[in-house]
């Protein structure tokens, strides 16, 4: 089993910026690649960036030049980086992993509780 704890959901201005925290516990070798999705009120779940083990980063094209994903694999740790929030930003954000890329961005394994992003405009 793997779990995942997010942190750092809170309210922003548009213009502003957050930084989402998720660290994840458990079976090692189930965390091979990370990612963030995200639910806003009545819309689907949507992927909004992940990280390969090796490195390689994914964006939505909604957020591209925005967010920037990390991870720390030493803590097995990943950080979503937020600048210039926009109002449609605003979501529930979800961390989740999985054991191959291709899982991750169908049907990721493990999700988080979620973290909520509010942005002010």
């Known amino acids: 089993q793997v779990q995942l704890v997010e942190s750092g959901g809170a309210l922003a201005q548009a213009g502003g910026s957050l930084r989402l925290s998720c660290a994840a516990s458990g079976s090692i070798l189930s965390i091979a690649n990370m990612g963030w999705y995200r639910q806003a009120p009545g819309n689907q779940r949507e992927l909004v960036a992940d990280?390969?083990?090796?490195?390689?980063?994914n964006y939505a094209d909604s957020v591209k030049g925005r967010f920037t994903i990390s991870g720390d694999n030493t803590k097995n740790v990943v950080y979503l980086q937020m600048n210039s929030l926009k109002p449609e930003d605003t979501a529930v954000y979800y961390c989740?992993?999985?054991?191959?890329?291709?899982?991750?961005?169908?049907?990721?394994?493990?999700w988080g509780q979620g973290t909520q992003v509010t942005v002010s405009s």
């Open positions: 990280i390969t083990s090796g490195g390689s980063t």
């Open positions: 989740v992993t999985a054991s191959s890329i291709n899982q991750l961005r169908a049907h990721p394994g493990f």
